[in-house]
């Protein structure tokens, strides 16, 4: 047999097969009638078939990043670490997005949603905590469980009904995931849902969030956009993909560093796949997104962290998530958190990136630079109070871990926001001055 084939699935459809071939290769065939969503914007509708060039990034950007996270599962499942489609033939149901895939003998159980709710009490998740925690690579995964979640984060997605969490096995859906936080880095996760919560707080589309505590274990709590209730309470799948993934870039190619995607692509590719009526809400929040990352300086915004959602023609920008800022960490041996991960008009540390590195990256990229330094100016203006409230709202539950976090990020945030700010006001200073000149000439 020269392939292996596995069936995949999309808002509850079989809309394609995905092959490896003996030599290792991937190929994607849409069915005849794929429905009305591409798999991905790189796999248009009507196209194909698709091959490794496209369908190998895509694959990759729905696994672990974490080398040594992909070794623990490959020992859970006797596969190998660096075969993206075995991995996936194991643990496949419930991937980033609506996507899913199987062996053509469990579509019909796949589409039925076959599976399981396994309670767990706060003792358990603690267990799971402390395991991530002590042991970031190993494998978290219970025997029955088929999720899979993107990125180099240790992390692990349940299930939310009611009050109570669950362990979601087979085909049922994860509703939220649970982050302890980066290694090496005091209160990240902490620091993550501060920031989610200013970014909401300013007005910005951001994935919703909650700090809790497990017994002695913390973790950040994140409510998963790609989930959603339909009228009659049952949960259903919204396809999404990150832009790496949407311009056919291997995750390990991320960073603009390393020749991943830079922003003005990720304008481009906004405006060609974009409905009109969408368009300018796309570019405008993509926009307000990237601005928010360098004004409270988050090093890792890089293409994964921004996403797309797809049904059918639609394709709108995905909420914030995985946003971060550096400043609470000293710089000394990190000299990575004082840069962006895209650059802003040629220039990536966040110190130089003034409202004229502004403009230049709206000439690049086609916008009006007028309409983007007032949107970047008015987020400056919102963010210090938006965090301060932030702060405020997680201290009320009197956790010392909050004091010393608003301490270390907040006055740094508000400087960083306040050298925009004065960028401002010496402009407007500037042409008012040159107008007066004008009018006495």
Not at 215 to 241: F, P, T
């Amino acid at each position: 047999m020269s392939s292996r084939q596995l069936a995949v699935l999309l808002y509850g459809q079989h809309v394609a097969d995905l092959e490896q071939t003996q030599g290792g290769q991937h190929r994607l065939t849409y069915h005849d009638d794929p429905g009305t969503t591409p798999v991905s914007l790189t796999m248009p509708l009507g196209g194909g078939p698709f091959r490794q060039r496209v369908v190998g990034p895509f694959l990759e950007g729905l696994l672990p990043e974490r080398e040594s996270a992909r070794e623990a599962m490959s020992r859970e499942f006797d596969v190998s670490a660096r075969n993206p489609f075995a991995l996936l033939a194991n643990m496949g149901l419930d991937c980033a997005g609506a996507v899913q895939f199987c062996a053509e003998d469990e579509v019909a159980d796949v589409l039925a949603r076959s599976g399981t709710l396994e309670p767990l009490t706060d003792r358990d998740i603690e267990r799971r905590l402390a395991e991530l925690r002590t042991n970031p690579a190993a494998s978290w995964l219970a025997p029955r469980e088929r999720w899979s979640l993107a990125g180099a984060q240790a992390k692990f997605a349940l299930r939310r009904e009611g009050e109570a969490w669950c362990e979601a096995t087979g085909a049922e859906p994860t509703t939220h995931i649970i982050k302890p936080g980066v290694d090496g880095f005091r209160s990240q996760a902490l620091n993550e849902h501060i920031s989610l919560q200013t970014a909401r707080r300013t007005g910005l589309s951001a994935a919703k969030s909650s700090f809790e505590r497990f017994g002695s274990e913390s973790a950040l709590i994140v409510e998963r956009y790609d989930r959603r209730r339909d009228r009659d309470g049952h949960l259903v799948r919204l396809h999404q993909e990150d832009m790496c993934q949407a311009t056919g870039t291997y995750p390990g190619d991320k960073y603009e560093s390393g020749g991943g995607p830079r922003a003005v692509r990720i304008v481009d590719l906004l405006r060609a796949s974009s409905t009109r009526s969408d368009r300018q809400h796309n570019l405008d929040a993509f926009v307000d997104a990237l601005a928010f990352n360098v004004l409270i300086q988050a090093p890792d915004a890089h293409a994964k962290n921004y996403s797309v959602l797809l049904l059918e023609t639609i394709v709108r920008l995905a909420p914030l998530y995985d946003v971060a800022s550096g400043l609470p960490y000293d710089s000394t041996n990190q000299t990575g958190l004082r840069t962006s991960a895209m650059a802003i008009g040629g220039r990536r540390r966040f110190d130089q990136i003034d409202l004229d590195r502004w403009r230049r990256f709206a000439r690049e990229a086609d916008l009006e630079p007028d309409a983007v330094t007032a949107r970047v100016v008015s987020l400056a203006e919102r963010i210090p109070d938006a965090m301060t409230d932030a702060f405020a709202a997680e201290a009320e539950h009197g956790d010392l871990e909050v004091g010393d976090l608003r301490s270390r990020m907040l006055d740094p945030v508000a400087q960083s926001c306040q050298l925009v700010g004065s960028q401002s006001v010496r402009r407007s200073g500037s042409a008012t001055s040159a107008r007066r000149q004008l009018r006495q000439a």
